[in-house]
């Protein structure tokens, strides 16, 4: 996906490490020698194994949360567990957290270690007489290139509709932003069995006209407005659900968009559940309220994926053959 990143956690294409041809001596006894294989790094290693799997993402949506000082304690603490963590450092996660509007810039001045500034609302219009709004424009003045597009809670708050909505990810992508595009049942729908219709609906209306090269951009979150602070989904409903929204996607655009498009959950993740829905098929992270206002339990829902946990036994598996080798 053609996310945008800091430095430290762009993704790169990982070029497979080939041992060289060995240089013909004809003088030489050397000359049958097979050429060694030259062992890849901890580092190659690492970058092969993420090559093949989408980068996960993990978005604190803080809501109506945090002053100032609050902010501060925050970043003081949650940077230092990134900083010391070396197996997160290796990998390429996107992390976000999106204050309110006026803690956008202090936010943005003490985020670290890659983690992004995320919008939690912004309007489509460059400017004008909206009071009460902030444009895509203002934010992307300070390089803040992420905003949550269609909450629920926005959504309800502001009366919008998906036509509105529609215009905010077509503005956003077109200027080079990332919508992180929220999607989700009532509950009325949800007992009415209306959950895939009301997707369907909202996938069709919310990404209509969007060049299908583009929606790779789109962040989907996949939000059951019933699960948001009460309790989270089983793993078989979100199962359900991302399949079905990625064979959407396919359906609407293409199977490579569908691949590539980052597919989300958010309601009531929580540092007890995150492991198991983690092991979601084709899930790539999730958008986090109430736990994400602690930074230790952003962070441990953070490294809860398989593939960190994967990463962490390349890196152990490397030190024991070194210090084997030592002893020999
Ligand atoms: P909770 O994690 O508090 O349920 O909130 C989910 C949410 O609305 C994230 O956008």
Same mark, same amino acid.
């Not at 990143?5 to 013909?24: D, F, R």
């Not at 006026?102 to 936010?107: C, F, N, T, Y």
């Given at each position: ?5 800091? =430095? $430290? ?11 060289? /041809?060995?240089? $013909?001596? =004809? ?7 097979? +050429?060694? =294989? ?15 799997? *989408? ?43 999106? /204050?309110?509007? !006026? ?18 609302? #912004? ?39 998906? *036509?509105?909505?529609?215009? #905010?990810?077509? $503005?956003? %992508?077109?200027?080079?932003?990332? /919508? ?36 790779? *951009?789109?962040?989907? +979150?996949?939000? /059951? !407005? ?6 989270? +989904? ?12 990625? $064979? ?15 597919? %989300? ?11 198991? @829905? ?8 999730? @958008? ?20 960190? +946990? ?8 490397? =030190? ?9």
């Amino acid at each position: 996906m053609a996310i945008k990143k800091s =430095k $430290t956690n762009k993704t790169k294409k990982v070029a497979k490490v080939e041992a060289k /041809p060995a240089k $013909t001596e =004809k003088t030489t006894v050397v000359q049958n020698k097979p +050429a060694k =294989k030259k062992r890849a790094t901890i580092k190659e290693e690492i970058k092969d194994y993420l090559a093949e799997r *989408n980068n996960k993402v993990f978005i604190g949506n803080w809501k109506m949360n945090m002053k100032f000082d609050d902010i501060k304690s925050y970043f003081d603490h949650f940077n230092t567990l990134l900083k010391k963590d070396k197996i997160l450092s290796q990998m390429n996660n996107l992390i976000g957290i999106a /204050p309110t509007a !006026i803690g956008l810039l202090p936010v943005a001045g003490m985020v670290k270690n890659g983690v992004m500034p995320v919008a939690q609302f #912004v309007h489509h219009a460059k400017q004008g007489s909206y009071t009460g709004c902030i444009s895509y424009d203002q934010v992307h003045e300070y390089n803040i290139n992420y905003a949550i597009v269609g909450h629920s809670e926005t959504r309800k708050m502001f009366k919008l509709t998906e *036509n509105d909505i529609n215009l #905010v990810v077509k $503005t956003l %992508l077109e200027n080079d932003m990332h /919508p992180i595009l929220c999607i989700g049942d009532t509950l009325e729908e949800y007992e009415s069995k209306e959950t895939e219709k009301s997707i369907t609906r909202q996938l069709l209306n919310d990404l209509k006209g969007i060049h299908p090269e583009l929606v790779k *951009n789109v962040i989907i +979150a996949y939000e /059951p !407005i019933w699960a948001i602070g009460r309790k989270a +989904a089983t793993v078989e409903q979100i199962q359900r659900m991302i399949t079905f929204i990625r $064979t959407t996607i396919e359906e609407m655009f293409d199977s490579k968009t569908a691949k590539e498009t980052h597919v %989300l959950y958010g309601g009531s993740v929580k540092v007890e559940n995150a492991m198991d @829905i983690l092991k979601v098929k084709g899930l790539d992270g999730f @958008i986090i309220g109430g736990d994400s206002l602690n930074p230790e339990s952003f962070y441990e829902i953070i490294i809860s994926s398989q593939e960190y +946990a994967r990463v962490n036994s390349i890196i152990n598996a490397k =030190k024991i053959a070194k210090a084997n080798k030592k002893i020999e």
